[in-house]
């Protein structure tokens, strides 16, 4: 009787391009556009070495990542002789973005904000889902009342959509409204099993949301 080998699949998690307009010193300007692996154990290894990489530039403390495999939680940093485990969980476009080609939008919408994406159709921006995001991507995961390890564990937003809740106005730090509502509910409700939670937008620096 022939042997049969049956190779698991892994299963596939779609994701948006995303990247950024380059000025180099010399030669033209140019879109640099990537994109992650079509798979959840390569999107969260990218994600994990990029977000260890760029937390290294932020605090000056050299930061590594490493897979979990198939713990609970997502992959754990090691940093200045401590590991901590971490969650992770994306905020995506469609979360607060509408198809304005859609039959449902096409005769009249009220969106004030509209985003053309890379795939050249043009978005209405849901502000109050926009705002809403960030909290509503904590509280789901401060509900899943994960088991509290020996290890520190952090949650991590990540995105690579156009959704981004820092930035800097006139030589100040700001954040969105929606940062401020996540602040607030967790200063009301606590961060669950979380000691730290952090936001970070592939590409550019990582930033904390608690502690504040």
């Known amino acids: 009787m022939g042997q049969y080998i049956l190779l698991r ?46 937390l290294t530039m932020l605090t000056g403390e050299s930061c590594a990542s490493a ?5 609970d939680h997502d992959f754990e940093l090691r940093k200045a002789g401590e590991v901590i485990e971490v969650q992770a969980v994306e905020i995506v476009s469609r979360d607060y973005l509408h198809d304005l080609s859609s039959p449902k939008f096409l005769k009249g919408h009220n969106f004030r904000s509209m985003e053309l994406l890379p795939n050249g159709k043009t978005y209405g921006v849901d502000k109050k889902a926009e705002e809403a995001i960030l909290w509503d991507r904590i509280r789901q ?11 520190r564990l952090w ?13 800097i106005e006139d030589q100040q730090a ?5 940062v401020d509502l996540a602040q607030s509910h967790l200063a009301e409700r606590g ?3 979380f000691d730290e939670i952090w936001f970070f937008k592939l590409g550019l620096a990582p930033h904390r949301i608690w502690p504040r």
């Open 141 to 151: 995961k401060i509900e899943k009342h994960y088991a509290k390890s020996q290890s």
């Open 191 to 193: 961060t669950g099993p």
């Open 155 to 167: 949650l991590l937003v990540w995105t690579v959509a156009s959704f981004m809740p820092f930035w």
């Open 67 to 71: 897979p979990l495999g198939e713990a």
């Open 9 to 54: 699949q892994m299963p596939k998690k779609p994701t948006e391009p995303f990247g950024h307009i380059a000025f180099p010193r010399q030669g033209p300007v140019r879109k640099v556009i990537r994109s992650l692996p079509d798979d959840k154990v390569g999107q969260e290894g990218q994600v994990s070495t990029e977000f260890a990489e760029r």
């Open 174 to 178: 700001r954040q969105s409204t929606g």
